[in-house]
């Protein structure tokens, strides 16, 4: 077994990218958004609050993407499991209370599956945020 390891992860560059992409997304839905985006150690490489964005949704956007990183899946699988009797009930208090069960957080894998980061916006409804 090796003693240590090598995890790929998202570029400076790649995470500018990604943040472009989402804008433009934005734009097109005519939604001033809040995004976020980390690499595969759920650390924040770039954010961008385009004008008119909730000032609210700053720290939802960057969690929304810890979370979709940290778990390696869209922060939307929540929707029905958060509820009192569901099985991820009380995750949302996780994590210091970052862990985020709302949609709008979303993985960025490579060209084999492999996270590489993630992206969180917020400021529309879930739905919007996650588009």
């Known amino acids: ?6 995890t ?15 804008e433009a997304k934005a734009r097109a839905l005519q939604i001033p958004m809040n995004i976020a985006v980390v690499g595969a150690s759920t650390h924040l490489l770039h954010f961008s609050r385009m004008d ?3 000032l609210t949704s700053i720290s939802i956007a960057i969690d929304k993407a810890f979370t979709a990183a940290g778990h390696r899946a869209p922060t939307s699988i929540y929707k029905e499991q958060v509820w009192p009797g569901g099985a991820a009930y009380g995750i949302g208090k996780s994590n210091g209370g970052r862990f ?14 492999e996270l590489l980061g993630a992206v969180g916006c917020s400021t529309g409804t879930p739905a919007q945020d996650e588009e």
């Open 1 to 6: 077994m090796p003693a240590t390891l090598s």
């Open 8 to 22: 790929p992860t998202l570029s400076l560059e790649a995470a500018k990218v990604a943040l472009a992409a989402s």
């Open 100 to 113: 985020m069960t709302i949609a709008g957080g979303v993985p960025v894998r490579g060209k084999d599956g």
């Open 52 to 54: 008119g964005a909730k």
